[in-house]
C-alpha cells in the first residue's frame, strides 16, 4: 500500500527526515512512533503530497506521490494533525463539503456522510457549529472526514493527542475495527495506543527509522534486565543480604519500609527467572510475604531502549550518516530520558 | 472543474454568512452614496462641463473607500487557512492548486461586485427622483461599469497574492492596502514634484487607476486598459499559484 524509498526532507540547516524506507502492506494497522520532532508529521505529510520530499520518493497504492499526485490523494483519508477544521461550518455541513471535494457527488455524499458520522459516533450533533465543539468531538470529525470516501488508506497523525483516558480507550476501539477494512497508518507517541491496535510497530527517531517490527517483537528484543518485587514483614539487613546471596540476583534495593514491611527491588539476570529461588528463601526462613512480582517488560520500555542505543547500532541496513557518534549518543540519551517522563506523564 | 464550483460556493457562503460582509457592504454603500449627494451639491454651485458619472469616478474621494475595500474582502484567503491549518486538509484533498486559487478568487470577485453594485442604483434613483433628462448618456454608465469590474478584477487578484504569502491577515491587509494606493497614485506622479509631461510620469500615469477610469466613464471603450487589467490580474494570479506551490518545496 505504501512503499517509501529514502525519503527525505531538508529544511534550513537542518534535516527533519533523513533517507526513510519502509513498506506498509494491504490491511496493516502500523503505528509510527517517535519522540516529539523525530520526523513522524514530516513524513505523513510527504506521503500525502502536502509537502514534497527533497530526495526520495514514494508510492502509495501503486502511484508515485509526484507523478499521480491526484489519484494518490484520491486514495488516502488523511487526517492532520490537531484537526484543522473551519470553525464557521456545521458539522454536517462541513463534511458534505469534504466528501463533495473528494470527489463524491450530490447523492452518493449525503449517504456517505451519514455513514462517517454513525462510525464515528457524531448521529445527533450534526447540527452543531464545529467552534462550538470540544477536542474529542473535533477529533471525530477530523476522522468522519478521513473515511467519508471509504480511502483504501487511512492516515491519521496522532488521532488521540488531546484526548482524555475515555476518550482514549473509544478512540482505539474504533480503529481497530477501522483496521477491519482500511490500510491504517497512524502517528502517534502513546505507547499503550500502539500496543494495542497496532500489528507493527516503525520507531523514527532523528529522522532515522531505528526499529520496525511487531510490539511483540520489539519487546522481546528488549536487552532489559528482569525486575521482581518482593514484600515481607521483616527487617532490611539480614534479608537483603540473603537475597543478595541468590544466584542470578545482581542488585538489590529497597523501595520502602512501611511499619513492618519491606519492599525489595530485586534486578536480575534477564535470562534467569529466581522467583522458584526466592520463594524458596521464604519458607525456608519463615518470613510473611505480601508481594511476589515479576515485572513485565513494556514496549514503553523496548521504545526507551532503542532510543538510547546510538543511532548506527540500532539499524545497521540504514547507511550511518556522518555524525559525531559520542555527541549524538549523549544527545539522545537526553532525549530518551525526556521523552520517558513525559510518556509515563501520558500513559 | 467539479472541485471549482465546489469551493466556489464554499467560499461565497463563508462570505455572506459572516458579518463582515454585510458591514462592509453597509459602510460601503453609505460612503458612496454621500459622496453622491456631496458631488451633486457641487455642482449645483458650479456649473461643470463633466457629467456627473465622470465627476463622481475620478474623484479621489470615491477611490479612498477602494483602498480599505480590497484589503478587507481578500485579508482572509489564504492567510487565514494557513493560520488555521485547513490548508492542510484542502491541499491533501484531490484538488488541483489552480482549481482552489480561482475558487477562491472568482468568488472574491463576486462578493465586491455585489459591494459595489448599488452604486449604479443612485444614477436611475437620481433621474427619476429628479424628473430631469438625462444628464448623462447610457454609455458613460455601461463603461463605468465596466471600469469598475477591471478595476476590481485587478485589485482583488493583488490581495489575493498579498494574503498567500503570510499567515497574518493583519499583514495581507497592509499589503494590498499599500499596492493598491501605489498603483492608484503612479497616476499623480506629476503633483509630486516629477516633471510633468516627461516620458517617466507619462509612462507612471498610463498605469495608474484613474487613468483608465475616465476613459471609460466617458463611455469611450478603449481595448488598452482592458487588456493590460486582465493580463495583470492573470499574472498575479499565476504567482499566487506558485507561491501556494512553493510551499511544498519549502526548505
Known amino acids: ?93 462541513y463534511l458534505r463539503f469534504r466528501a463533495r471535494i473528494k470527489g463524491l457527488g450530490w447523492r452518493a455524499s449525503r449517504f456517505a456522510v451519514s455513514e462517517a458520522m454513525d462510525i464515528c459516533s457524531l448521529a445527533g450533533v450534526e447540527k452543531k457549529m464545529i467552534s462550538t465543539l470540544s477536542k474529542g468531538y473535533k477529533q471525530r470529525v477530523g476522522l468522519a472526514d478521513a473515511l467519508v470516501n471509504k480511502p483504501e488508506l487511512l492516515i491519521l497523525d496522532e488521532p488521540t493527542n488531546g484526548l482524555d483516558p475515555n476518550q482514549i480507550r473509544q478512540s482505539r476501539e474504533l480503529i481497530k475495527r477501522l483496521g477491519e477494512r482500511h490500510t491504517i497508518l497512524i502517528s502517534t507517541h502513546i505507547l499503550s495506543e500502539v500496543e494495542m491496535t497496532c500489528g507493527r510497530v516503525i520507531i523514527i527517531d532523528r529522522g532515522h527509522i531505528r526499529a520496525s517490527d511487531s510490539p511483540q517483537n520489539l519487546i522481546r528484543r528488549l536487552r532489559k534486565p528482569g525486575s521482581v518485587i518482593l514484600e515481607l514483614k521483616g527487617v532490611v539487613d539480614p534479608a537483603k543480604a540473603k537475597i543478595e546471596a541468590i544466584d542470578g540476583v545482581k542488585e538489590v ?36 510475604i505480601r508481594e511476589l512480582a515479576s515485572r513485565a517488560a513494556s514496549l514503553e520500555d523496548a521504545f526507551v531502549d532503542i532510543l538510547q542505543q546510538t543511532p548506527d547500532a540500532a539499524v545497521p541496513a540504514v547507511e550511518a550518516p556522518n555524525l559525531d557518534l559520542e555527541d549524538s549518543a549523549a544527545e539522545s540519551d537526553d532525549d530518551a530520558e525526556n521523552e520517558s517522563n513525559s510518556l509515563t506523564a501520558s500513559t | ?208 487607476t484613474t487613468e483608465h477610469i475616465q476613459s471609460l466613464s466617458e463611455g469611450l471603450i478603449d481595448s488598452r486598459p482592458v487588456i493590460y487589467y486582465l493580463s495583470f490580474s492573470a499574472v498575479l494570479l499565476a504567482f499566487t499559484h506558485l507561491v501556494i506551490e512553493s510551499r511544498k518545496w519549502r526548505v
Open chain 1, 1 to 93: 500500500m505504501i512503499e517509501a524509498r529514502n525519503l527525505t526532507k531538508r529544511y534550513a540547516g537542518r534535516t527533519a527526515v533523513d533517507s526513510v524506507s519502509f513498506e506498509v502492506g494491504k490491511g496493516e494497522i502500523v503505528g509510527f512512533l517517535g519522540p516529539n520532532g523525530a520526523g513522524k508529521s514530516t513524513t505523513l505529510r510527504m506521503l500525502t503530497c502536502f509537502l514534497s520530499a527533497s530526495e526520495g520518493t514514494a508510492t502509495v497504492a501503486g502511484y508515485d506521490i509526484y507523478e499521480d499526485s491526484i489519484e494518490v490523494r484520491r486514495r488516502v483519508g488523511y487526517m492532520p494533525e490537531n484537526v484543522p477544521l473551519y470553525p464557521d461550518m456545521r458539522i454536517d455541513e
Open chain 1, 253 to 288: 534495593g529497597v523501595i520502602h519500609e512501611r511499619g513492618d514491611w519491606v519492599s525489595f527491588a530485586i534486578t536480575t539476570d534477564p535470562l534467569i527467572d529466581v522467583r522458584e529461588d526466592l520463594f524458596a528463601l521464604v519458607q525456608r526462613e519463615k518470613w510473611s
Open chain 2, 1 to 208: 472543474m467539479r472541485a471549482f464550483f465546489i469551493l466556489f460556493g464554499k467560499e461565497l457562503r463563508s462570505f455572506f454568512l459572516s458579518p463582515l460582509a454585510y458591514v462592509v457592504m453597509a459602510l460601503f454603500t453609505f460612503l458612496n452614496g454621500w459622496l453622491f449627494i456631496s458631488m451633486v451639491k457641487a455642482m449645483q454651485l458650479q456649473v461643470s462641463a463633466r457629467s456627473l458619472i465622470y465627476n463622481l469616478f475620478s474623484s479621489g474621494w470615491f477611490w479612498m473607500g477602494y483602498f480599505i475595500l480590497f484589503p478587507l474582502i481578500t485579508m482572509r484567503l489564504f492567510a487565514e487557512e494557513r493560520k488555521m491549518g485547513t490548508i492542510e486538509g484542502l491541499l491533501t484533498a484531490p484538488v488541483r492548486t489552480a482549481e482552489v486559487v480561482l475558487a477562491k478568487y472568482a468568488a472574491t470577485v463576486v462578493v465586491y461586485l455585489v459591494i459595489v453594485a448599488p452604486v449604479f442604483l443612485f444614477f436611475p434613483l437620481f433621474q427619476a427622483v429628479t424628473g430631469e433628462g438625462a444628464a448623462f448618456h447610457s454609455g458613460a454608465v455601461w463603461g463605468s461599469a465596466m471600469g469598475l469590474i477591471l478595476v476590481g478584477l485587478f485589485n482583488v487578484a493583488i490581495g489575493t497574492l498579498a494574503s498567500a504569502l503570510t499567515t497574518n491577515q493583519l499583514i495581507a491587509a497592509m499589503l494590498t492596502f499599500v499596492f493598491v494606493m501605489l498603483h492608484y497614485f503612479l497616476g499623480f506622479l506629476q503633483n509630486f514634484g516629477m516633471v510633468p509631461g516627461s516620458a517617466w510620469t507619462a509612462g507612471m500615469a498610463y498605469f495608474s
